[in-house]
């Protein structure tokens, strides 16, 4: 007891300098800007896209009534609906045939082909004939998402000139 009578003043110092740490300790500063690229692991973060079986399927008609009762539209544009198509030839080792064959199978936009999953990409390589193996191989769903965002310059430095 002696000790503590004799040096509170050590403790009080310590309880005071950790106060001063906590009050005055440097802070993080993060500056967030709107000019800073997405990129793919920042991209469907709101919500998935539609389509995605019965239970997508039931989540989209839900955000229509919900979007109609509000007067907002929320009903993003599916396949082929809204614009038209782009040209899938601007992706690096898809050409006029392989193109043809992506359309005759429903893909005509980079969002499209950008949303696709593992499972589905497998089952597209089924029906690709002679493209089989091509989707993975020549990485065109990593390539779409560049393309569907309209970040060029991100596509560039990852698979070079357009």
């Not at 839900?62 to 040209?87: N, Q, S």
């Not at 497998?122 to 004939?129: A, F, I, N, P, S």
């Amino acid at each position: 007891m002696d000790l503590i009578r004799e040096y509170w003043w050590v403790l009080a110092v310590l309880v005071g300098l950790a106060l001063v740490f906590i009050i005055l300790r440097p802070r993080q500063r993060v500056k967030l800007t709107d000019s800073a690229p997405v990129r793919p692991h920042m991209t469907y973060s709101a919500a998935p896209p539609e389509g995605r079986g019965v239970a997508g399927e039931h989540a989209a008609a839900a955000t229509d009534v919900a979007g109609e009762l509000l007067k907002a539209p929320v009903h993003r544009a599916l396949d082929g609906a809204g614009k038209e198509g782009e040209d899938l030839c601007r992706l690096k080792g898809v050409g006029p045939k392989f193109e043809d064959a992506l359309h005759a199978l429903g893909f005509h936009r980079y969002e499209q082909i950008a949303g696709l999953t593992p499972t589905e990409i497998e089952r597209l390589d089924e029906q690709l004939g002679p493209f089989r193996g091509r989707l993975t191989r020549d990485r065109i769903v990593e390539q779409a998402h560049y393309l569907a965002r309209n970040d060029i310059d991100g596509f560039e430095q990852r698979f070079g000139k357009l």
